[in-house]
């Protein structure tokens, strides 16, 4: 018979960058192991960082998709680009989510700031995965891994709500 499960998972603390969680999750659900199949979506409960499915082995792939964000929605140096900066400029990587592998500097008169890498990316890659399950185990291709990917410059706690759709072994 069909069997729902819901749980909060919170990830560490965690800079701009994207960072592979599938241990994390995996570990954080154990109770993936007692479905014969099914479907794990996960959630992340903020707008400032996204999920995605990719690249789990090669690390250049996190590079090249911040080269790729850039190019789709560049950063805005002179402050023209987008009307949305209530938030300071933290939360400009944001909105799109550009900015996520690293962080761009220049010199001010203050000294160093962060300059947005871009703006509006998370929206782009999207705040939630969905992955099947089979015999106990998440389904994903060999070369696949869940990112957490965060946009804002300096530390934030996020939280994931997962959710397990299936048939129990």
């Not at 592979?20 to 993936?32: A, G, H, S, Y």
């Not at 969905?130 to 696949?144: E, M, N, S, V």
Request: glycine fraction near 8%.
């Amino acid at each position: 018979s069909m069997s729902w499960f819901q749980k909060s998972l919170t990830l560490p603390s965690k800079s701009r960058g994207s960072y592979l969680i599938t241990d994390t999750i995996v570990k954080d659900l154990p109770e993936i192991k007692s479905y014969k199949v099914g479907l794990l979506n996960l959630f992340i409960q903020h707008t400032s960082c996204a999920l995605s499915l990719n690249e789990n082995w090669d690390e250049d792939v996190r590079e090249d998709m911040s080269d790729a964000l850039d190019r789709i929605a560049p950063e805005d140096r002179k402050g023209n680009l987008y009307r949305h900066s209530a938030e300071g400029l933290d939360d400009m990587p944001v909105i799109f989510g550009l900015g996520v592998v690293r962080e761009r500097r220049i010199t001010t008169s203050d000294g160093w700031a962060d300059v947005p890498i871009g703006t509006y990316q998370d929206a782009l890659i999207g705040a939630s995965v969905t992955i099947p399950i089979k015999d106990g185990k998440l389904a994903t291709g060999t070369w696949q891994g869940i990112w957490y990917l965060e946009f804002r410059a300096s530390k934030h706690q996020r939280k994931i709500m997962a959710t397990i759709q299936g048939e129990k072994m």
